[in-house]
């Protein structure tokens, strides 16, 4: 089965930026809308931002401002710039796909196993 494969998290102070990389392995599969969740020790996992194909971007609240989505389409491989961090945003960070077609709001197709951000105070 494909799956998503992360990369670019660790433990960073206050203040500091990190970019986290999404790319599919395994099997050629075609990709729609991709973006970004995180869920804190205790939270309920929260979408963080959102990508289209054509690039159409969406972002939480508390984000804006501070981190960019960005994609390349040939590779299905999607970023997330994360600058000014605190420790509110110390949290597992999971890539997210769609498959191309797929145009139901809130459903997942493919998930990637999670990478840890931790902001020291």
């Known amino acids: 089965q494909v799956q998503l494969v992360e990369s670019g998290g660790g433990l960073v102070q206050a203040g500091g930026s990190l970019r986290l990389s999404c790319v599919p392995s395994?099997?050629?599969?075609?990709?729609?809308?991709m973006g970004w969740y995180r869920q804190a020790p205790g939270k309920q996992r929260d979408l963080v931002a959102t990508?289209?194909?054509?690039?159409?971007?969406t972002y939480a609240d508390s984000v804006k401002g501070r981190f960019t989505i960005s994609r390349d389409n040939a590779k299905n491989t999607v970023y997330l710039q994360m600058n000014s961090l605190n420790s509110e945003d110390t949290a597992v960070y999971y890539c997210?796909?769609?498959?191309?077609?797929?145009?139901?709001?809130?459903?997942?197709?493919?998930w990637g196993q999670g990478t840890q951000v931790t902001v020291s105070s």
């Open positions: 990508i289209t194909r054509g690039g159409t971007t």
């Open positions: 997210a796909a769609q498959k191309r077609f797929n145009l139901r709001s809130g459903s997942v197709d493919y």
């Open positions: 395994g099997s050629i599969f075609s990709i729609g809308t």
